[in-house]
């Protein structure tokens, strides 16, 4: 978004307040000024030099989650979260209580490898309460190598075609589980599969830091890089990936990796998951919100997950709302993270489903850690997990 179009999106605003409507901080703290409405009135303000850069306004504008739920609300065509990366750029320096994980983010995003080593090192031995008790509670183990490190090119003699997997940080140092079954499946029905060392973070938690000069350098490489990749189709894990490099890459690297595609989508329109059958199971879905609200796709899960025999689905209510989580939005604002979530849980458990399903490495963080909290009996699972699990049942 240019300087221009930022301040005449904020001059346009006419206070309707349908964007408040979705907007999950303002449902739980029924605060205006943490809500679409009020995060766009305080920044047109701020450009008018009718309020100052403080702490507190830097907090209510970090405390939106880019959840993308309000993005098409608006009557007048105001892309909300746009304007919210926008003022964060200019506020991040007021955001005190962002500054450490921004800084660390800041010199690390080019150098995950290194900094998620050392971080498991941290994890394993020395400082345990900086995961339990402190901004880091809720993360996962990490994993002692990341997906993209351990597999490279998968050749099959007689292909279907070449596929390459864009993991994302999550399943490259939470679950490289997930890259495993992915890879498993698409090997099972013929295809080669190209793991990219080179693959860099999308720069989604740089752009939410308001770390914009950073995330478009990521952005840049992992375009160049995945250009030289030849493949039919490139595929994400995590939604929140797939949105940025779709959406987000254009405007600010001027291109971005063509070929990629939505996993739901291209599992479908690839006839990979017709004709499979698990033990039988009650699974609800969650919708997470950059697939959903961000990409606009909401039947494609549910028609995988109900095409699998054995499978009884039951919907829960309000499945397209927010778990909670939204990256760095969890940590920084734990106890609306914990009352969205809350709501989340008991939405599931009302089902009396035995799993919840999602496509979202980070809902599934936040599921486990909801799951904990609340000593739910409920399992969560990725739908790639529940896929791999009706393929390739000898590996469970
Ligand atoms: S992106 Fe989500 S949290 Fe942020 S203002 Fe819009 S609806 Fe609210
Ligand atoms: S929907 Fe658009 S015009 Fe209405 S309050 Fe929100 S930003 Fe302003």
Request: with cysteine; aromatic share 8%.
């Amino acid at each position: 978004m240019t300087e221009t179009a930022y301040h005449t999106d904020l001059s346009r605003c006419v206070r309707c307040g349908a964007c408040k409507t979705l907007c999950p901080t303002f449902l739980t703290t029924l605060n205006e000024t943490m809500g679409a409405r009020g995060r766009v009135t305080l920044l047109g303000e701020l450009e008018g030099d009718r309020l100052s850069a403080s702490k507190n306004l830097a907090e209510k504008i970090f405390s939106c989650m880019l959840c993308e739920a309000c993005r098409n609300l608006c009557p007048v065509g105001i892309n909300i979260p746009e304007v919210v990366y926008q003022g964060r750029t200019r506020l991040k320096d007021s955001f005190t209580k962002g500054v450490l994980l921004r800084t660390a983010l800041k010199y690390s995003a080019a150098r995950m490898d290194t900094a998620f080593s050392l971080l498991r090192w941290v994890q394993k031995a020395i400082y345990k309460p900086l995961f339990h008790n402190a901004l880091l509670s809720g993360m996962p183990e990490i994993a002692s190598e990341p997906f993209k490190n351990s597999f490279q090119v998968y050749r099959k003699k007689k292909k279907a075609s070449r596929i390459a997997i864009f993991a994302g940080c999550s399943v490259n140092y939470f679950y490289p589980g997930l890259g495993i079954a992915l890879s498993r499946i698409l090997l099972s029905k013929g295809y080669e599969v190209v793991v990219f060392r080179g693959e860099l973070c999308c720069g989604a938690p740089l752009r939410s830091a308001g770390l914009v000069d950073e995330a478009v350098t990521l952005a840049q490489k992992n375009i160049e890089h995945f250009s030289k990749v030849r493949a039919e189709a490139i595929i994400s894990m995590c939604p929140t990936c797939t949105m940025v490099i779709r959406d987000q890459y254009p405007q600010l690297a001027g291109g971005t990796i063509t070929n990629l595609m939505d996993i739901h989508q291209f599992l479908l329109t690839h006839n990979i998951v017709s004709g499979l059958e698990i033990n039988p199971s009650v699974m609800t879905y969650h919708d997470p919100c950059h697939l959903n609200y961000g990409m606009n796709i909401q039947n494609e899960p549910r028609q995988i997950l109900k095409g699998i025999k054995g499978v009884e689905f039951t919907e829960m209510k309000h499945a397209h709302e927010c778990c909670g989580f939204a990256g760095l939005f969890s940590m920084h604002f734990r106890s609306i993270s914990r009352d969205i979530g809350k709501k989340k849980i008991e939405n599931i458990l009302d089902t009396n489903a035995d799993t919840v399903v999602t496509s979202c490495p980070g809902c599934v963080m936040q599921l486990e850690n909801l799951k904990k909290t609340s000593k739910a009996q409920v399992n969560v699972r990725h739908i790639i997990e529940v896929i791999d699990e009706a393929m390739n049942p000898a590996v469970k």
